[in-house]
């Protein structure tokens, strides 16, 4: 890999994380198109500790308010005792599906379900599962129905969307897409689906970073070379991360998620129409 393919890498992974696009995707289809080799789900798992960098640069004053809450909970005897407190346990509880999935299925997810073939259909079928949520929150909205915000999750919604979280484990279904997609469908506003799947997604990103750079360590830092393309690319990863965090959570106050929809729906028909024709092996 040159030090301009980690640039790349690290841009798509910033840009791709939190837009409900699928980082995966993006990450394993692009490299192909210019005749590189998959970069491999450990590279994807460490150079995401940039755009969890990003997470909890972004989100600072929350995790802040967050863990404090947490903590005077638990000394207090009292550990659901405040919202910010019960909402710290309900992020807890919405991380548990995704570990566990994570550890049963992991040697298919690094393995077969990283097929093309895989990625292209989840983007469209879970695509299509959002388009329905967003119809969803539409019938909502013409019956003058109040879409929820943060203070007013429960545990149930935290459930449902640690679930949707574990889906995101196959590739090209979108960590984003796929929260947000279980956020709208318990009636959470389009802002608050966004804001709660990215505080869920920072146990779960970072426990996978911490592993992979762990479990790969003599690969992904093979060689100097090998070290400080995966940093620039970490680093890169974070920048525009961050950028895309504040865009996002913009967007989502005024507009739907229609955009990220139809560009789903064409890339996963992109990636199918070029794994007929054979430009891309699956």
């Not at 890498?9 to 990450?27: K, Y």
């Not at 959002?130 to 909205?141: C, D, G, I």
């Not at 279904?173 to 990215?198: C, D, E, K, N, P």
Request: overall charge positive; proline content about 4%.
């Amino acid at each position: 890999m040159s030090l301009l393919e980690a640039i790349l890498l690290g841009i798509i992974q910033g840009l791709t994380e939190f837009l409900p696009i699928s980082s995966t995707a993006h990450i394993k289809v692009v490299p192909a198109l210019l005749g590189r080799e998959d970069p491999g789900a450990a590279f994807t798992a460490v150079i995401q500790v940039g755009t969890l960098a990003a997470a909890l640069a972004y989100f600072r004053a929350d995790i802040v308010r967050l863990t404090r809450a947490w903590a005077a909970g638990l000394t207090t005897g009292r550990p659901f005792g405040t919202p910010d407190a019960k909402m710290a346990w309900m992020i807890a509880l919405g991380t548990v599906p995704i570990v566990i999935c994570g550890v049963a299925f992991k040697e298919h997810i690094v393995g077969p379900l990283r097929s093309l073939y895989v990625i292209a259909a989840a983007a469209i079928v879970l695509s299509l599962l959002l388009m329905v949520a967003e119809w969803l929150v539409l019938w909502r909205q013409r019956r003058q129905r109040k879409l929820r915000e943060m203070p007013e999750l429960g545990w149930g919604d935290a459930l449902v969307v640690g679930l949707a979280q574990a889906v995101a484990l196959i590739p090209g279904a979108s960590r984003s897409g796929v929260t947000i997609t279980g956020g709208l469908f318990t009636g959470m506003s389009r802002h608050t689906a966004a804001q709660f799947s990215f505080l869920l997604s920072l146990p779960a990103v970072f426990a996978a970073a911490v592993y992979e750079l762990y479990k790969e360590r003599h690969e992904l830092l093979a060689t100097q070379e090998s070290a400080v393309n995966l940093v620039v690319a970490t680093v890169v990863s974070g920048v525009v991360g961050y950028a895309t965090i504040a865009f996002l959570l913009r967007y989502l106050k005024t507009h739907t998620t229609w955009l990220f929809i139809a560009y789903r729906l064409a890339l996963g028909g992109l990636i199918l129409a070029l794994l007929f024709f054979g430009r891309l092996q699956p």
